[in-house]
């Protein structure tokens, strides 16, 4: 497939969203690192390209371009507003030492769109473009909402310590298990004996210090209920064509009260695609959706699939993602709730197209 083919794709997508309503904007390509490593972490640095600039300090090739429109929307963007753009995403794909028989691409092109807008239907406008975009491909739709989740794990009788570190992991579905376990079973004593000698290492003395009273704090938390461990791997469980998981989750929201608003809102957002004439029973509902996007998203998540290519990424992917949007914004004073998402040209090619 040559550049040339994806392009053109590339631009089709691009002119449904100016359609829409979007503003093109173009972001840097090269990026400062500080930024992103602040918001993801250093995790980011395995699947980000990063290289030093004597002037620049640290930067990364651009691994998304979520973070870049935000910041140049927080400058000054007019609310509400909508943006599009296409162009190169550079992320490495393979892990190990050896090259894969079937290596994925690490330099693919994005077409995306961001709304900030503070109204209630944003989610539904969002999914429904992308939705109306992609008809043609008949790709298998699906929801999440890690608002959801993450109202959850909010609920847990646990000490604030141990909520964090729950939600600092959401998005990391094996490390969550194991903190989980642990926490529902009665705590390890730790024994930080004396010593004379001098603190070594990266971290300062009241950093390590702070550490080991957390963990000697920790000592003393009662385990979590086996009752809330089931609720919560009930809800993380919950996957059926969205009405009947709303039904599922409305039955768990008498067990988990702090999760009604959240299930209100589905309620709203499924309610809103039906009036936008989308077949909500053809949505498939998983409640672990999220757990497996970026870690920005916040709220609403979904994802356009091909049926038959489990070893593709989505076609286009999205959610909600107002918590990243305010702490974008804080330099400027400014937060604005924002909902967007991508689309893949290169794998809408390999599907035969639009046309």
């Known amino acids: ?27 840097d390509l090269l990026l400062p690192a ?5 918001l993801y972490g250093e995790d980011i640095r395995a699947r980000a390209y990063v290289t030093q600039d004597p002037i620049r300090g640290e930067v990364m090739l651009r691994p998304d371009f979520t973070v870049p429109v935000v910041q140049m929307h ?3 963007g007019a609310e509400p507003a909508r943006y599009c753009y296409l162009g190169e995403v550079f992320r490495k794909q393979d892990h190990g030492e050896n090259q894969p028989e079937h290596p994925r ?17 944003a989610d539904a406008e969002v999914f429904a473009l992308f939705h109306g975009i992609l008809a043609p491909l008949n790709l298998q739709a699906s ?11 909010r609920a847990l009788p646990l000490s604030g310590a141990r909520r964090a570190a729950l939600l600092h992991h959401i998005w990391r579905p094996r490390r969550f298990a194991r903190l989980l376990a642990r926490f529902s ?15 070594t290492g990266l971290r300062s003395p009241d950093e390590m210090q702070e550490r080991i009273d957390r963990l000697q704090a920790d000592a003393g938390e009662q385990p979590l209920s086996s009752q809330w461990v089931e609720r919560l791997e009930r809800l993380f469980a919950v996957q059926a064509p969205a009405p009947q998981a709303l039904a599922q989750l409305r039955q768990l929201a008498t067990e988990i009260p702090d999760i009604h608003e959240a299930v209100d809102r589905l309620e709203r957002n499924l309610a809103d695609l039906a009036r936008r004439g989308i077949d909500t029973d053809a949505i498939h509902f998983d409640a672990s959706h999220g757990r497996h996007t970026m870690e ?8 356009f699939a091909a049926a038959g290519r489990a070893d593709w990424p989505p076609v286009a992917s999205g959610g909600r993602y107002d918590a990243l949007a305010a702490v974008l914004g804080q330099a400027k004073g400014r937060s604005i709730p924002a909902v967007g998402g991508i689309i893949r040209p290169g794998l809408v090619y390999e599907l035969g197209g639009l046309a």
């Open 1 to 27: 497939m040559s550049k040339r083919e994806k392009q053109a794709i590339g631009q089709q997508i691009l002119t449904a969203f100016r359609a829409a309503g979007a503003e093109e904007v173009a972001p």
């Open 296 to 303: 920005y998203y916040d709220g609403m998540t979904f994802s």
């Open 105 to 121: 691409d690490n330099e693919y092109l994005q077409a995306g769109f961001e709304l900030f807008a503070r109204d209630p239907d």
């Open 34 to 38: 500080e930024t992103l490593l602040d």
């Open 185 to 199: 079973a009665p705590a390890e004593g730790r024994n930080f004996s004396e010593s004379p000698t001098t603190w």
């Open 143 to 153: 929801m999440g909402d890690m608002d959801l989740l993450m109202d959850a794990v």
């Open 74 to 76: 927080m400058e000054n």
